[in-house]
């Protein structure tokens, strides 16, 4: 059971993250629940708050790996208690920081969750017919082709200006994240979908109106697709492809078009570029896709490997 002085100095910390910070409640909640463990735990081995020294917080972070603890529930303990002393010691009830320099547990790398190619079919098929009108359906077909064909993120997708896509391009230009463009290449389906979706919003417009800024204009506040609407779209298109919606988001086309080109021997750098990431460290997540791959090619074609054998 944690003393009264170090539930004390937690209360305190707390009162200052919301006054301070204006900490959500529940993020509160979270730093009371972890800081009370660490209080218990250091209670039990006859330590405390005011006490402890970087070698007993290491070990209490060792003690949360053995119970098995998830590393993002480590991450945010070690956060917890580094701001905890970091507010001890400006408080003046420490000397020093323990906790200052000691390293978390790190992110795990968690493989994108992805769609084989016949999935992405089944989704292409259902987005043609999909929609109230034709016109609906024109413009689902071309978000899914458009995403599938480009990687595009959402973001990217729903606020793609029509000056991008006049006079049937190969290539469009897309601008990312912190203002960076990026030139990626159109399929001939993706390419269709966007000249049929081009014909048939210009053909609606009334006599004298002028075509709006945006290739998926809507009423909304900024004039186009919002990423909410796309999303909920992009789950009844599933829905009707027989597609597990649960396994469906706009970012998991995202990937498949990543792992599929990959997977057909594309390299690390084109794809970075494609999905216009600032570093090849955050594409490499999809090697994973390369394992079956080589382990076929080493069986298949090295002279030493058994024939018609395991392949485990």
Not at 23 to 51: E, P, S, V
Not at 118 to 134: F, M
Not at 178 to 193: F, T, Y
Request: with cysteine; net charge positive.
């Amino acid at each position: 059971m944690s003393d009264d002085a170090d539930l004390g100095r937690i209360s305190a910390f707390l009162d200052a993250q919301a006054a301070e910070l204006g900490a959500a409640t529940n993020t509160l909640l979270a730093y009371g629940r972890d800081l009370k463990d660490f209080a218990g735990w250091l209670a039990r081995r006859g330590d405390g708050i005011a006490t402890v020294s970087r070698d007993g917080i290491e070990a209490y972070l060792t003690h949360c790996a053995d119970e098995g603890l998830a590393r993002s529930t480590r991450a945010r303990r070690l956060s917890a208690v580094r701001q905890l002393f970091r507010f001890g010691f400006d408080e003046g009830w420490r000397a020093d920081n323990p906790a200052q320099t000691i390293k978390g547990p790190g992110r795990e790398k968690r493989l994108p969750q992805t769609l084989d190619v016949a999935e992405v079919d089944r989704l292409l098929a259902a987005a043609r017919g999909h929609g109230r009108n034709e016109a609906e359906r024109l413009r689902n077909t071309c978000l899914v082709e458009l995403l599938y064909a480009t990687g595009m993120r959402v973001s990217e997708l729903v606020s793609l200006p029509v000056a991008a896509t006049r006079g049937d391009p190969r290539m469009i230009l897309i601008r990312g994240k912190g203002g960076k463009e990026r030139m990626v290449p159109l399929s001939p389906s993706a390419r269709r979908a966007l000249a049929n979706w081009i014909a048939a919003s210009e053909a609606a417009l009334p006599d004298g109106a002028t075509r709006a800024r945006f290739l998926f204009p809507s009423r909304s506040r900024e004039g186009h697709l919002t990423r909410h609407r796309f999303y909920l779209l992009i789950k009844e298109i599933a829905l009707a492809a027989g597609v597990s919606p649960d396994l469906v988001t706009p970012h998991t086309l995202r990937h498949a078009f990543a792992t599929h080109l990959l997977a057909n021997g594309a390299d690390l750098r084109s794809i970075q570029t494609l999905l216009g990431h600032a570093d090849v460290a955050t594409t490499e997540i999809y090697t994973h896709v390369l394992e079956d791959r080589l382990r076929n090619l080493v069986f298949d074609h090295h002279p030493l490997a058994p024939k018609g054998g395991r392949r485990d």
